[in-house]
């Protein structure tokens, strides 16, 4: 595990980072010159690897879940950008619902987002600093998102839920001078999207691929998108990495 030591562009946290695109952002981020502090619940072999500092035992939906992030920050740190990445999704159906299993969508996908960056306010500068929140199209009501037999009831209401939160936060920091980027980061061949595919009977390798975009090249569009057009005349905007477009809510 790596160290937080000087860094060119300063200190960027992730949280959510032991796989998929928690990872692949601390990689370039890395790459970039960032000193990265990466949370999970539990690490992970290709974190492990990478050269950030990492600290297990984080987990958004408490307070007290928080705690174990606190002691890695050195005294005076500053975070130049924080990235929330931790995220949950459980199929369902309106049959199969499950009324505590909403809740724990909840909890992880709408409001331990808005905890992580309640929590590092006092660490974000004004002016310099920039938040960034990793939402889902499919938490847009534009008609050609949601799919007929519904469906995804926790997944699509807490993602629903945690652009609104973006938005709430982009203008509550804007008197800091603090962006706020809600990001899609498009169909991902990640093991969330593999299950979901899997679930509504997809089982021959080249479709469960079919229009997706690998980690690497989400990760790499997202922090072009946070270098070059997360500022305050972008921020609050729900901006979706395969694309390059503002998504309708």
């Not at 980072?17 to 000193?35: D, F, T």
């Not at 709430?168 to 809600?182: F, H, K, N, Q, S």
Request: aromatic share 4%.
């Amino acid at each position: 595990m790596g160290s937080l030591g000087s860094s060119e562009q300063g200190l960027a946290v992730v949280v959510g980072a032991n796989k998929g695109i928690g990872l692949g952002l601390c990689q370039v981020l890395l790459a970039e010159g960032y000193g990265v502090l990466a949370t999970c619940r539990s690490t992970s072999a290709e974190l492990d690897a990478t050269a950030a500092k990492v600290v297990q035992g984080v987990d958004v939906t408490s307070a007290a879940g928080l705690e174990p992030l606190f002691p890695a920050l050195q005294s005076g740190s500053k975070v130049q950008l924080l990235v929330v990445c931790a995220g949950y999704q459980k199929l369902d159906s309106l049959a199969s619902l499950d009324t505590d299993d909403l809740d724990k969508h909840w909890q992880i996908n709408a409001v331990g987002p808005l905890r992580v960056v309640q929590s590092l306010m006092p660490l974000l500068e004004d002016g310099k600093s920039k938040v960034v929140i990793l939402s889902s199209k499919m938490g847009s009501q534009g008609a050609q998102d949601i799919p007929a037999g519904g469906g995804l009831y926790g997944y699509r209401m807490s993602k629903t839920a945690l652009n609104m939160a973006g938005k709430l936060l982009a203008e509550d920091l804007a008197g800091r001078g603090i962006p706020v980027g809600i990001v899609h980061p498009g169909p991902v061949h990640t093991d969330m999207l593999r299950s979901l595919r899997i679930s509504r009977g997809v089982t021959d390798e080249s479709k469960l691929a079919a229009g997706t975009i690998s980690v690497k090249q989400s990760s790499a569009s997202i922090c072009s998108y946070i270098a070059t057009k997360l500022d305050m005349s972008t921020s609050g905007q729900f901006w979706a990495a395969d694309t390059d477009k503002v998504l309708p809510w």
